[in-house]
């Protein structure tokens, strides 16, 4: 089974509430353990330089389509991603999927069983670096029905991770498109949220769309928008996107070099 069809499998298993399901990528060793240990940030592509690992967790139909239809046309968050990082698709927050990365992006995810946050929260504290999407309004379009579990789920599901780590999240205050400026860049967001520090280990910037926080020895940054990925394809965002993806390799290159 090819890399990619191993994914697009267990990430509709995981949709699907099928438990146990761990995908690690093609450059990620394989075993159980209950330590979380860390590995050096590099993988050596075999078609080009040694490019730095990223895990990727999402919802979002960002590698496959809607369809997990592996001939789909990829995203253009997806192409931007791939020619930067070696990408190992993940389904789950557990130690063996998280084992062997240091840098983890998480896309608007699906909710995290008990045990799995507590594994992430772990990762995290003993030197990860995590960026996570977490959207409490999705305006991302799509045909899947209301109910469907390959349907992106409409908010980010806060089981009290944030606030474990020192962040609130609020709703949308305004909804639909809002240009943003944020790490020097302007971004076309769709009904953001916002964030706020609960404690000092965390700083909110670009009017509460950016949070970074110091989790441990690990870092966490935390976006209160995912409808920015969104600047490709049918039911893109309608509006200047040209800088969108500008800030989604920012905020990875911040979180890998903190």
Sequence with gaps: MTGKWAAALALCLVALGVSGVAL????????????????VDTAVD????????????????????????????????????????????????????LRGHRLLLMAHPRAQPAEMLVALDRWVRAGGRVVLLADPRLDWHSERPFGDPLRPPPDFADTGLLAHWGLSLEGPVVDGP???????????????????????????????????????????????DAD????????????????????????LSRARNR
């Excluded at 690690?24 to 590995?39: E, F, I, L, Q």
């Excluded at 920015?228 to 905020?251: C, H, I």
């Design 228 to 251: 920015f990925l969104n600047v490709s394809g049918e039911g893109a965002l309608d509006g200047p996107t040209s800088q969108n993806l500008d800030l989604l390799m920012r905020v």
């Design 46 to 97: 075999t078609a080009g330089p040694a490019r730095p690992r990223l895990a990727l967790l999402t919802s979002l139909p960002l590698l496959f389509g809607e369809k997990f239809a592996l001939d789909s046309p990829p995203t253009a968050a997806a192409l931007r991603l791939e020619a930067a990082y070696a990408l190992s698709p993940i389904a789950v927050t557990d130690v063996a999927s």
């Design 24 to 39: 690690v990528g093609r450059d990620a060793p394989v075993g159980g353990s209950a330590a979380v240990t860390m590995a």
């Design 178 to 224: 809002q240009s943003r400026h944020a790490a020097g860049l302007e971004v076309l967001t769709a009904s953001p949220g916002s964030l706020a520090a609960t404690n000092d280990s965390c700083a909110v910037s670009a009017g509460g769309l950016l949070a970074e926080c110091r989790v441990g020895r690990g870092v966490a940054m935390v976006v209160a």
